[in-house]
Nanobody, 124 residues
Framework: QVQLVESGGGLVQAGGSLRLSCAAS????????MGWFRQAPGTEREFVDS????????YYADSVKGRFTISRDDAKNTVYLQMNNLKPEDTAVYSC?????????????????WGQGTQVTVSS
């Protein structure tokens, strides 16, 4: 059974930074792509970014490009989301997701396991 546990969320002022972590278990972590999604109240889930199994390819939503960075540490079975220059519109629950294969795009169907999420709140 795959488990994904996020941490690192919190309250930060606009312009600040946070780093989210997602610890994975139950599957050979290094063989799969990983991604992050977010969902604000009253909105649909939104793709944030993804990283291939090797870490060599990343893909970002336009809304976070240049501000967020996804990375992975296969020795720790962990994927990270470094968020800089945060804006109030980044406020959401952030969830990591395990890809179905070695590469994942921006569609929810590209992923088959999801974490519970961690709240990120950015004040203006």
């Amino acid at each position: 059974q795959v488990q994904l546990v996020e941490s690192g969320g919190g309250l930060v002022q606009a312009g600040g930074s946070l780093r989210l972590s997602c610890a994975a278990s139950g599957r050979t972590f290094s063989s799969y792509a990983m991604g992050w999604f977010r969902q604000a109240p009253g909105t649909e889930r939104e793709f944030v970014d993804s990283i291939s199994w090797s870490g060599g390819t990343t893909y970002y939503a336009d809304s976070v490009k240049g501000r967020f960075t996804i990375s992975r540490d296969d020795a720790k079975n962990t994927v990270y989301l470094q968020m800089n220059n945060l804006k109030p519109e980044d406020t959401a629950v952030y969830s990591c997701a395990n890809g179905r294969g070695t590469w994942a795009g921006d569609e929810g169907r590209d992923f088959d396991y999801w974490g519970q999420g961690t709240q990120v709140t950015v004040s203006s």
